[in-house]
């Protein structure tokens, strides 16, 4: 009998790569999606191909956009500055509707798969705020994506799942370093050197490094 396919956001970070080893756990077909949309380093699509690999990915996709073009984040914008300290309100590392491109290529890639089900590694408890990170999000995608498809409209339903939804990042690693996966394959820094070097200040870093203390846990991290 065969495995259900399902497309996984692969960033190249601690989160989604622990989805990915979530969804093969769970007996899907994975397929890999990641996306080079002009962030400020290349070092988390080098870490994507690590982890794909390593977990066993069916495939990896990397497709490449230009969210430079627009602009108005830290990740997209050379001069704009990564903050190093905790800022109030949605930080300045929000990258306007990334999460919605990003869904919204995967789902049409899971389409074309014949797959019905998409994993993201979104986070409402240990995030910096993201808009596109909350549950009501997720919850509208999904009824967006069910009324935009052939799939759903032919009544073959698209489920978005987003298993880290609730889980502190404590638990995140504690359910990963369970399901096996390699942490020092990964990068979680905003402003990592080519190497993967962290800088271990920014808000990305803060919350790795917090949550791999809170789970009792080694943090492999290699940091500049």
Not at 48 to 55: G, I, T
Not at 140 to 167: C, D, Q, S, W, Y
């Amino acid at each position: 009998m065969s495995k259900k396919k399902a497309v996984v956001l692969l960033s190249g970070g601690l989160d989604s790569a622990t989805v990915l080893a979530m969804a093969s756990h769970d007996g899907y077909e994975c397929y890999a999606l990641g996306f080079d949309y002009g962030q400020r380093h290349s070092a988390e699509l080098t870490a994507a191909q690590r982890v794909a690999a390593d977990l066993g990915a069916e495939e990896h996709k990397v497709v490449k956009l230009d969210l430079r073009v627009i602009g108005g984040s830290a990740l997209t914008d050379d001069s704009i500055a990564v903050p190093e300290e905790e800022t109030s309100g949605i930080p300045i590392t929000y990258v306007p509707a990334r999460n919605t491109v990003f869904l919204s290529i995967a789902l049409g890639w899971a389409e074309v798969l014949g797959a019905q089900d998409i994993f993201v590694g979104v986070n409402a408890v240990d995030y910096s705020g993201y808009p596109d990170c909350r549950p009501e999000y997720i919850d509208a995608f999904e009824k967006m994506a069910n009324l935009a498809t052939r799939a759903g409209v032919e009544g073959r339903k698209l489920t978005i799942h987003a298993p880290l939804m609730k889980m502190s990042k404590a638990d995140i690693v504690k359910r990963g370093t369970e399901l096996g996966v390699d942490y020092s394959l990964t990068v979680s820094c905003y402003q990592a050197q080519p190497n993967g070097a962290a800088c271990g200040r920014c808000d990305s870093c803060r919350l790795r490094a917090a949550g791999f203390a809170e789970a009792g846990l080694s943090d492999p991290t290699i940091y500049a």
